[in-house]
Structures are given as C-alpha cells and as structure tokens.
C-alpha cells in the first residue's frame, strides 16, 4: 500500500461520517442485494442446466457479481458506515431464509426476470453512487464501476430476451406477462426490506415512479 493510500485509508471514516442515513439505507440495501448472489446463481443453475453454454456463463457472471459484494463489504467496513454486526445477521438471515422465485423453473421467465433485474441494480448503484458522490468521493467510484458492470449485464439478458422474442413470440409474451406485474427487487426477501425501501424512497435515490413522471426508478 502507497502512503497516499494509507493516508485515504485512515481518513475514509472521517470523510463518511457526514453520510446521511437515508444514504447508508440505501448502501445497506444495495450490498444485501449483492450478498444474495447465492441465492441468483442457484436460480440459473437449476433453471438454464449445467452441461450447456449457460454454466459457463453462469460462472463468469457469478464472479464477477462476487466482487461487487465485496467490494461493498470491505468499503462499508473501512468507512464504519454500520453496526457491523447489525448488518452481518441481516446478511446471514438473507441467505439462510432460501429464495425461490414463481418464475423458476421457466428459462422464459428468468430471462425476463434476470433482464428487469439487472437494470433495476444498476439503477439502485447509479442513484446511490450520485448522492453518496456528494458525501465522499471513492464510494461513488465503487458504484459507478459497479453500475457499470450491471448495465453490461442488462444489455446481455435484453439481447438474449429480443432473440426469444424473434423466435418464439408469443410464448415470450406470456412469460414477460407473467413476470412483469409481480416484479420485485432482487433483495425483497431481506429481512426488513419493505422499511429500508420506503427510506431510500422517501429519500428520492430510487424506488417506484411517482404517477405522471418524476425521478428515476430503481424497480423498473
Ligand atoms: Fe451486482
Ligand atoms: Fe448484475
């Protein structure tokens, strides 16, 4: 480690503390969505197959995912953003509680879902990244890297969505109608989620569109 980095690293408490609450709910969701990554790689394992194309995938995307998490972890750790302990059972009822979405089983579904998902967290870090960016300036370059790692994955699962939909029309529809009107975020299952939501929400950083227009949403 550079002096210059270990200079940041002591002071990254000091320039976090002004973090408004609402800001760290909203990181706090962020990242529990991101410790979930269990729980997605198991949903496409189990729907796509493994002795297909899709595993390879599944991997890659799941390492990838894998940093986010921790990178989240490490900078929430160092800023002394949270109770950590707090945070940690939060984290281990999340994974232990299972996750089981109506639409697995369905390669349909999940290609709408996982495609609606995507764009959704990417949507959640840019938003975070914009307010927090106000407060402290390396957590709006984590989540501007990883929003840019979530728009990389949307455009993957639109594009393979739009091939469905070119071969298979009408069956595409009635998974996406299936999908679409039950979308949840990926982390609604965390303990305490609804609570978090309306705070972030309330806070104007993401959550549903207001009727008529308004701010950008995070639940797409
Ligand atoms: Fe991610
Ligand atoms: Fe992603």
Redesign the pocket.
Known sequence: MTDEQARNMAELPERARGMPDAVRVALALNLLTEEGLPHFHRLLAVTMGSDNAWSRWNYMWTAE?DRHGCALHDYVRDARLFDMRAFEALQYQYIEAGFDPESSGDPYQIMAYTTLQ?RA?QAAHANTARVAGRHEPIIQRLLARVAN??SR?FRFYRDIFRGILEIDCTRALQAALKVVPRLAMPGHTIPGYMEMAEVVGQAEIYGPLPHGGGRMSGRV
Do not use: I, P
Request: no cysteine.
């Open positions: 995912e995507e967290t790692d979530e994955h």
